[in-house]
């Protein structure tokens, strides 16, 4: 084998995008780009097939470099969407006291998916004494016949408290397999307790089971047909990938895979330890937030319903590259812009048309979809029988040169020019003052949006990056940028970035439970099994980290591990830099930071700490505290040897402890940095960095928990470093 090459697919609305990148460089190698098929026979299988099939004959990669394909997939999502589903039999069990309480809880009815459309089911309930009796596989296969004649499927067996012995509901998915049906126990998809949350969770799974089984058989013979010998990976709705295998299991886990994709780029491929990420489509944009090096993630809901299943917190709003503006008397207002696009009214951009389209032309008002208002915009060139252009904020943004020279978005500035001249003559405005409005009223919808998300994850503004991805990028995030005064950045080949995100993904699992009182042990053994189910999932073992939540007050305790399915975390660190020109990166951001505080006198930026991995850089800075007040504070970044932030916080002090000193050292630290106020004691915020990991201890607010969560890491870890460097700020 030559070279090592991954494959990363992103089925968008619109079209499909494949990145081929070089595992070694992290070069792009190859790009391809289909209509997204979601009218075929095949489904959106098909475009995955064809977009695999383009990169391989454009002779840049040969199918022996390629190590891993992933993808995205839009399946689960519309499945719900347009309830393409099945009928699911529930099976529920119970016993004793618990068999009255279980049967009214296994038995949802239909789950709702909104727009009318539901999820059918159909319910038994089977006395899980029949274990003891000795007579499962008649009691189950006339349980399963029953729900059979009443048009069910694929089958769900959920049993009270069969989290803490799954044995049962898992022997009575055997007997179903045995019959050649589809089955999965309520376990599989869930760890939590809520007997009816969990069947619900996995009553929604198994819906999706038939058509995502036969997508994913019928992707994968095509990429085996096509020679390619590599691994078939699936994005995750929280960010990480998982192997084919798996998703027929939990196709669950894949909704929303497309904005998890970009997510994960942000992450990985432009490296962004603390910002918000805003991919700009053509039709709408997706807002994510980035926090400590990791996305945020939410409990899923479908159809009003809670679901024990964890996704990325991504905003939607319908703001975007192709929005369209509505106006009012007599085309001499503005009053909105979008939601409708110019994909979705069929027509093309002014931008990326030529300039004698429109010498002779009229604005009229369209209806791009029925029950829409009827006063977006088009424009009609005189001797036509139908609009064929319209005004989009792309089109705006172009005659405001916003968007850079090699912009994916940059356009024809004399179609736009002339379109904003002759719309100037109607409107009574400047073109300028024409197109600011169009953006101010497009890019305040997604203002809103990121400040909510600042205000609810309490993200420090002096910290927050806006990062743009999508083709849309430059159209919405530099003049949101410079509304809000935030840094900002576009992501390079940001018309793919989503297909980049998919190429360089991590393997993310993650386990919960219910634990009161949780203890050291308890902490171990959920650690070794997230671990051991990350590895099963294709995630070398040396690459894998874990971090642990505690939440005191649902007593839910989530392990999370994540690892790459085909190389180590090194082989990532291409270019070491020297301690030189770390400082001089570490300088020029904390001089930005400080130009926020109106300081622009020189800063004395020192290393305060470093290993083999990373190097801990800090400042010194007044700020303004209750108007004429200060208060000091002690900014840290902590930047990998390729100059890239891994962590950055706003007020932290930082210690380097020998190995053997670190429980009375931390403890220590844990004490001094805890405040006290109504609620009581609020432990602080605390990494350990210990060879190439960050332990981060921020999922847990008790001393004692910390303390145990700090062991476990440590003891797992096979690293010999004889030192530890603690990060610690008071908790927000």
Do not use: W
Not at 459 to 468: C, E, M, N, Q, R
Not at 588 to 595: A, I, N
């Amino acid at each position: 084998m030559g070279r090592k090459v991954k494959i990363g697919i992103d089925v968008g609305g619109t079209f499909t995008h494949a990145v081929a990148i070089d595992v070694d460089t992290l070069e792009i190698v190859a790009k391809s780009c289909v209509p997204t098929t979601h009218f075929a026979s095949e489904g959106v299988a098909l475009g995955v097939i064809q977009a695999i099939d383009k990169i391989l004959k454009s002779g840049a990669v040969n199918s022996d470099d390629v190590v891993l394909i992933a993808h995205s997939t839009t399946q689960a999502t519309n499945a719900l969407l347009e309830g393409d589903i099945a009928k699911v039999g529930i099976i529920g069990m119970g016993t004793g006291i618990d068999a009255i309480r279980a049967k009214g809880e296994t038995e949802i009815g239909r789950i709702s998916l909104g727009g009318g459309k539901f999820i059918e089911t159909s319910h038994v309930f089977v006395n899980s004494k029949i274990f003891d009796d000795g007579n499962v596989e008649d009691e189950i296969k006339k349980a399963v016949e029953k729900l059979a004649s009443e048009g069910a499927e694929v089958f769900v067996v959920s049993e009270a408290f069969g989290v803490d012995e799954p044995n049962r509901e898992e022997k009575v998915v055997e007997v179903i397999k045995n019959m050649g049906c589809i089955a999965t126990p309520a376990s599989l998809i869930s760890q939590l307790y809520g007997l009816k949350i969990r069947t619900r969770t996995a009553v929604v799974n198994a819906s999706m089971l038939p058509k995502m089984i036969e997508t994913a058989e019928m992707t994968l013979n095509s990429v085996k047909s096509a020679g390619v010998k590599a691994p078939l990976m699936i994005m995750r709705s929280d960010g990480g990938i998982m192997s084919i295998d798996e998703m027929k299991k939990r196709p669950i886990m894949t909704i929303l895979s497309g904005p998890a994709a970009g997510v994960a780029s942000a992450l990985m491929y432009v490296k962004i330890s603390d910002g918000v990420f805003i991919e700009v489509g053509g039709t709408s944009t997706d807002i994510s937030v980035i926090k400590n090096g990791k996305p945020i993630v939410k409990s899923a809901e479908v159809g009003g319903n809670r679901l024990y299943l964890k996704t990325l917190d991504v905003r939607t709003v319908g703001i975007a590259g192709g929005s369209i503006l509505r106006v009012s008397n007599g085309f001499k207002n503005i009053i909105d812009v979008g939601p409708r696009s110019a994909h979705i009214a069929g027509l093309k951009y002014v931008s990326f048309s030529e300039p004698e389209n429109f010498d002779e032309i009229e604005f009229v008002l369209i209806q791009p979809k029925p029950n829409d208002p009827s006063d977006y915009i088009a424009i009609k060139r005189k001797n036509s029988n139908k609009p064929e252009f319209t005004i989009t904020t792309t089109d705006a943004a172009n005659f405001l040169n916003l968007i850079s020279p090699n912009g994916y978005s940059k356009g024809n500035y004399k179609s736009v020019e002339k379109v904003f001249t002759k719309l100037s003559t109607l409107m009574r405005k400047s073109p300028e003052q024409i197109a600011r409005e169009i953006l101010d009223i497009a890019v305040s919808k997604v203002e809103d949006i990121v400040l909510g998300l600042m205000k609810e994850y309490k993200l420090d503004p002096d910290l927050i990056t806006l990062v743009g991805g999508g083709g849309g990028a430059e159209v919405i995030v530099p003049y949101l940028a410079r509304k809000l005064n935030f840094e900002y950045k576009i992501a390079e080949n940001a018309e793919v970035i989503s297909a980049i995100g998919v190429a360089l993904g991590m393997i993310r699992e993650s386990v919960e439970r219910v634990i009161p009182n949780p203890t050291e042990d308890d902490i171990v053994k959920l650690r070794n099994e997230v671990v051991s189910s990350a590895v099963k999932m294709g995630a070398k073992p040396e690459t894998i980290q874990v971090s642990i939540e505690i939440d005191r007050q649902t007593k839910r305790v989530t392990a999370v591990a994540t690892g790459t399915p085909d190389f180590k975390t090194g082989d990532l660190l291409k270019k070491q830099l020297s301690d030189d020109e770390l400082f001089e990166i570490a300088k020029k951001m904390f001089q930005s930071l400080s130009k926020k505080f109106k300081r622009n006198e020189s800063i004395n930026v020192r290393k305060i700490a470093e290993n083999n991995f990373y190097k801990v850089f800090a400042v010194e800075l007044e700020r303004k505290k209750l108007f004429i007040l200060k208060e000091k504070i002690k900014p840290v970044k902590v930047f990998d040897i390729e100059g890239a932030i891994k962590l950055q916080l706003s007020n932290a002090e930082v210690f380097e402890v020998d190995i053997d000193k670190i429980e009375k050292v931390l403890s220590e630290v844990i004490d001094n940095f805890t405040i006290y106020g109504d609620a009581g004691a609020i432990a602080p915020d605390v990494f350990l960095i210990y060879g190439p990991k960050i332990i981060d201890l921020t999922g847990v607010m008790f001393k004692e928990q910390m303390l145990s969560v700090a062991r476990a890491e440590l003891r797992s870890s096979d690293q010999l470093d004889n030192k530890i460097i603690i990060i610690a700020e008071e908790r927000k």
